[in-house]
Every structure is written in C-alpha cells, then in structure tokens.
C-alpha cells in the first residue's frame, strides 16, 4: 500500500462511519489503521465533529460536517484525476 496523507486516511475513516454508523473495530479494518492510530484520529474527528459516538449503539456515525468534508475531498481527488489524464494525453 502507497504512504496516504492523513486528509486521505481522515476520508477513509468518514466513509467507513458513513450511513449508520460503524465500530471501532470495522473502522480499523476499513482505513487499513491499528488501534492506537485509530483512536488519535477517532479523538481528532470527535472534537472537530466531522464523526460521532453513538453510546446506546456502541457505533461511530460521520455527522453532517463530516459528509461535507467527504463530498469535498472526493470532488477535489476526482479534479486532480482529470487534471492528471489532461496532463498524460
């Protein structure tokens, strides 16, 4: 697996949580982390309420801020993508 910048594995771990929600356990397997990297990440997101924990659930769920984070890191990889197609031709 290439080395991923940190927007990358943060998109990863939003979209693991996405719908609704997920567990730790699921996260980590999904965005390919340990469990203490993902723990410094899940604390990251919860104080910048891109994700939330659902205590009755025992799950992690990508708020609304967390969706739009998603959606413009997905728009500006898809830009890049093009920009890079251009660049080969």
Partial sequence: ???RSRTEIVAMILDAANGE???KTKIMYFAF???NQLNEYLSILIEN???EYL???RRFKTTTKG???LK???EMAELLQQTT???NN
């Fill in 67 to 69: 969706l739009f984070f």
């Fill in 49 to 51: 309420n891109l994700i």
């Fill in 72 to 74: 413009m890191h997905n």
């Fill in 33 to 35: 982390l340990s469990y």
């Fill in 21 to 23: 929600g997920e567990t």
């Fill in 55 to 57: 205590d009755g659930a």
């Fill in 1 to 3: 697996m290439k080395n």
């Fill in 85 to 87: 197609a251009v660049k």
